[in-house]
């Protein structure tokens, strides 16, 4: 029985060859996982002494050497976020994720990663599964706020990371999604705090442009206090400096502290700043403070700033209308022409200044060539309109009016001019109930709106109705308190009301107003020049 | 022409008859119809007369007027070229028949005129026709920029005066009676030196008897150094009234010995500075106390009531008719003031510049003014316009007053930026339909309605004594208009000539209320109204159908406070009232 023995040994050999291989497989292996994790470490050193690129190769070949190992993937992951490598860093973390699904950190980062990426509904569902296995992880609440913030659900935001505070103060992008968040909540008590700590840190690389933000943050949001501290915080060499400035300034502008924003700009223009906007701007200023030449030479600046900027060009050109000097505004007007020829807003330009020289075809010709250009144009159909009343041809303005409102639905501008000819109309009596609807229209599309308020208010007190006519009045002032026409009416309704000495108050605001509206930059009308 | 009869406070009657050879065409003719024989033997003839006339004739030619305004038209375009044509209906030499003042404008530095300016006086013939006799009367030379004409009696003597405003100089002439004139400026102390004075207006407002005089002045305005220079379209065209700075008003009190001090300071009216034009002198709110209307370009219009102790409290603001609803001081040119609606208290017109509107306010016993503009329909009729002379009338003689405008522009090149708004308008004529309402009738109204001129000043009178009431306006560089009324006589009326004897001889300021089974007609000797012009001051009352026999009577309350009854008047024939002795 020989060949039994053979077959036995085969089989032992066989056994014995399999069990080499295995265990050679196995001591393989583990010399594989062994270098795998040779490199890692390696990696990971080699990072924290700031060598990304080797140490990014070493866990490239930690993952090459054990793919199956989720941490070494999210090691990865890490340095090439630090890299910048986002989209490189989302690969290997959703690996590490898809290895390892329950490991509640490598979610977190993954989140962090799509944060970065703008993947905002993908961070949320990662951090979400983080936070419900470990509700309170500070790290994934600070995370899912910054990614509100983002999604613009700003209560969620700053409720999240005002819960997280210290660990979002430690760090300038953290601070300003909090700002920014409670900003936009209209929890302005709350930025104290946040003011302290930015003053604190004011020095500290990395924050002075936090300040900037929020500055300009601050003044978006309309709060001028904070703005205002704030920007006293940036230091002189912050290169975002001028931009909060500006933004300050701007806000200053309009609650009206003029001669404040024009203080500021020219401190800034001291300091060496080249700004088309901050030109603009201080122009506005001294527009308002009734300095044309001043504003003029502003304007000037912002175009030499900004040569090839068509909206610098369309402050100079109104005002030059205004102080008489139709053709230096022409001049302009061409000019920009000439560099943007197919923008439509220097054809409204020079709409506006034929249709102010009583040239009404070549009004007409330019405004229908703005529309040409750009169908999205409202203001050249309204000025094609405009031409049309001025001419006192009101059925063809009503017509164009209507017109712009079908194309136009959402523009405020429309309905108000089609009330306001239908109202000057011989026969205005029968058109008031569609001039009313017109106007209401205009109110819910543009509650701001200052002249949509005062019809509303002028049709009410022409129907004895006090009280209703008293809340438009106020609405529309509200928008624009300079309006001379508004005081004027207030002062008709309190006399009819009795009210003497508050009629005698707004007549004289009124008498202030009209002068600066008919003597501050006035000039002869129907195209005619100063001599 | 109906007698004209004659009633004294004594109750003395006189009456004056024409003779047949006064007798006119017209005339004849209406007196056949009157008797029933005229639609008998000429039915033909009295359905044309019924249907071809239109509602004026333009009579110009035919009543010989050839005079012509000269307006001093130059390139440097001062605006007072084209703002002048002062007019008057008056009856200067008392002959019971209205003559025609006409004041010429003048020169300007670089508008001359080839032949001597003259202002132009003619006399009304009393058949149709009239005479130039200002030369004769002392009245034709053009002494300063012309501008207005206010006549009445200023010295109770009988004989209507003359004032008349312009630039730099008002001067007041001094009727002698004998059909000549002195200029008595001087001596009055009336010269408003270094003015441009508009429209002005007589009135007692401290009721001694004696007219006061108030004047309208416009605007700072000097020959001196260059023009304001302004364009339309590259055209050089009058400048907006705005460069042009306001001035106050000036009053004058009569002190009833030929001189008159300015009271301007006290009266509290040197403070309301402003381009002041039309002026209308009415009791608005009727305490008996002549009030005024001051209508204002680019300024805000004045309502200024007398507070009886020599001052004026300005209540624009309160009766709403100083601005429009946005606060907008509108181009007030002309005014006049009559009970539009009936209710016994006199409303208002003010006419404005294109896209304005004339405008009506209709007086309410309390503040504010309705301001009946758009329901009248006055905003539609006046749309397009610019208007200067306005004045109330009853043209029809139905008892309701109606309306004439007359309209210019000053934009030689306006049609080129309005279609619809013309440089030469065409005057307007709106028939009161009752409820306030107004239509125009301009299409009916004769050829002139549909002529376009650049119309000025506007007078209204019965020159005719037909007891229908004409009309005559003024043209910038042009010859008047003068029109006869050819359908009010179709109806029945009265005509009041008040004479005072405690109060000022002119009665103006007078309120006169007649009474019939179905209506109140309340009427007013108003002190100036329209634009720069004077009118004849006999009160018209339309009766409608009211049949000739019918007797009416007439409350008149005189300026100085006190009430008369007339009593049984005969109506379509003019009478003459003479105030009640004090008992």
Redesign the interface.
Known sequence: MAHTGSLQRIRRIGGQWLIAVLLTLLSNQSVRAQKAQDHSALGISLAKAGKLAEAESELQQATHGAPGVALYRAQLGSILGLEGKWNEALASFQKAVELAPTNISFRRETAAVQWQLGLMSSAEKNLRYVLAKSPGDPGSVLLLGMVNEKLGRYETAAGLLDSQFDLVISQPDRTVALFHSLVRSGQLSKLAKIVDVLRLRRNDPGWPSAISRCTQIAASGSDLETAKSLFALIPLNEPTRPTAGIQLATLQYNVGQVSDAKELLLQLVEQGVVSADLQLLLGNCYETERQPSLALQAYRRAIEAEPTRVDSYQDPIALLVNVGKSSDALELVNHAIRIAPDDARPWVWKGNLSLRKNEYKDAIASYTHASELDRSNADAILGIATVHFVAGQNAAAINQYRAGMVRFPNDARFYIACAETLLASPDSLKLQREAEDLLRKAAKLNPQSAEAHYQLGQLALQRGLFKEAAAEFAQSLQSDPNQSKAHFAMSVLYRRTGRADDARHEFEIYQRLKQAEEGGMATPTKGEEKP | MKPYCILRGDSGVGFSLPSSSDWSRREFLGAMSAAGIAQFLYPRMASIEATAKPLFSDVTQEAGITWRQFNGASPDRYLIETMGGGVALFDFDNDGWLDIFLLNGGETPRGRSERPLQNALYRNLGNGKFVDVATEAGLHPVKNYGMGVAVADFDNDGHEDIFVTGFPNCTLYHNNGNGTFTDVTADAGLQNHGRWASGAAWFDYDRDGFLDLVVCNYAELSFEG?A???????VR?Y??Q??YKGMPLTIYHNNRNGTFTDVSRSSGLDLLVGRALGVVAIDFDDDGWPDLFVARDASPNLLLLNRHDGTFADAG??A?IA?D????ARAGMGVDAGDVNGDGRPDVVVTNF??E?HSLFLNRRAF?FDDWT??S?L??AT??NVGWGTHFLDYDNDGLLDLMIVNGHI?EVIEQ?????KFKEQPLLLHNSGNSEFEDVSSKAGSAFSRGYLARGLSIGDWDNDGSPDAIFTCIGDRPVLLRNNVGRQNSWIGIGLVGARSNRDAIGAKLTLRTADRKLVRWVTGGGSYLSSHDKRVLFGLGNLPSSHRVEIEIVWPNGTTQMATSLEINRYHRITEQAAK
């Open positions: 260059a304001p220079k302004c364009e339309t379209l590259n065209t400048c907006e705005r460069l603001l309160d709403e601005f609803r946005n606060g907008n294109n896209f509107f504010p758009r329901p329909h905003a539609g749309r397009p934009v930026l309005h279609p619809q708004v």
